[in-house]
């Protein structure tokens, strides 16, 4: 057993823990319920942690949790085509007036 990851956020270390199921990997997370202990120990000894069950797949974890599971970092902005303006590309709906993303109005930015 290995530690690939932790975080103070819990919801992030199951969001990996689940992605990295979803590959084939066994793993678990420890100290889920440790933040109650911060102050008689260290927080960050408390932060949830992912463990995965085999040292022979520490790599290919690594590898996973580089990645970008979601694809949302490198998506291009877009316009709205009914109020003109410009949301971040993850977002399906405009900031302004709520208007859903169109792909056939859709104006890459």
């Known amino acids: 057993m290995i530690k690939v990851f932790s975080a103070q956020n819990f919801i992030e270390v199951a969001f990996w823990r689940n992605y990295l199921e979803q590959q084939g990997l066994c793993c678990f997370i420890k ?41 949302e970092q490198n998506l291009p902005a877009w316009t709205c085509s009914y109020c003109g303006e410009e949301s971040d590309g993850q977002f399906s709906h405009c900031w302004y007036c709520e208007q859903e993303r169109l792909n056939e109005t859709m104006k890459e930015t």
């Open 31 to 71: 100290n889920e319920f440790s933040a109650s202990a911060a102050g008689e120990l260290p927080p960050i000894d408390c932060w949830p942690e992912l463990w995965i069950e085999d040292d022979r797949d520490e790599a290919l974890a690594k590898k996973y949790l580089a990645s970008d599971p979601l694809g």
